[in-house]
């Protein structure tokens, strides 16, 4: 393309297409394509590495330029694909270097905003829960600790406008602290999930924290309590975290495996 596929996306793809298809007609090798991102996958490396190579030849003759400096021609099983970087050995995923580095950047800056009341514009703060957004493959639990920015991005919008600057509250703080923890050790997501041998089920709601523990839909454990004062005004968020690490005992105990299984309520299961 002549101004790069970022303008024109869609006419890429669809000069690509027809040329994907004769390759997987005429190849035994799997093709993965998003637009200029082309994964090939096959479990014999000899024959991907030949056919790595026609492929290049294919689409260097219907005039598509290849970046060689961002592209990996030798076959590998840990390969960098859609911002991802994705070990095809143990079926893992994590955050790629670079855009880790990028990310952690930009959560020190807003955090040092937030800790001297910076004004930021809501732009930039929608932009950067966008791509904390985007790890939710590797961290399932991340829409948690977006809720609190995302909040008050949306009431700075609604009250002035989207073309208008902000003060991010401090309440903020802790959750860009979890993600700040979880990019430093950037721990890659398991993609094929292991059956649970037991499941813990938690709440931890306002008045106080309950779990059970079940193995095989038979509950073998009960645990609950109330929060002391300190506690009780932590965010939802860290009393969530606290529970957890509460209800993990009950497991610890019994030598097993555990799902949990966090849930929201109300008021507590136990009255």
Known sequence: MPFGTKHSPIYFATAM??????????TEIRIINYVDD????????????NMTQRVIETLIYFGFTMNTEKSQTEPNQTV??????????NATVKTKPKKRLLLL??????????????EITVKQTAKLIGKLNYLRLQFQEASLFLNTMDHQKAQAARLRGWNTTMIMNKTAIP???????????????????????????????????????????EMIAVAH????????????????SRLQLKA??????????????PWRSEATIVQ
């Open 225 to 240: 309590g109330t929060w002391n004062k300190r506690q009780a005004k932590l965010t939802s968020n860290n009393r969530k």
């Open 175 to 217: 959750d860009i602290n979890w993600w700040i923890a979880k990019l430093r050790t950037n721990i890659p997501a398991q993609l094929i999930q292991i059956p649970p041998q037991m499941t813990m089920t938690t709440d931890a709601a306002p008045s106080g924290w309950g779990s059970t523990l079940e193995k095989e839909q």
């Open 80 to 89: 960098i694909f859609l911002g991802w970087e994705w070990n095809l050995a």
């Open 17 to 26: 297409e027809p040329i994907m298809q004769q390759i997987r007609m005429k």
């Open 38 to 49: 082309i994964l090939l996958l096959h479990q014999n490396k000899e024959y991907l590495k």
């Open 248 to 261: 993990y005992e009950v497991s610890l105990k019994s030598q097993r495996i555990c799902e949990s299984n």
């Open 105 to 118: 950047h930009d959560l020190y800056n807003m955090r040092r905003w937030i800790k001297t009341g910076t």
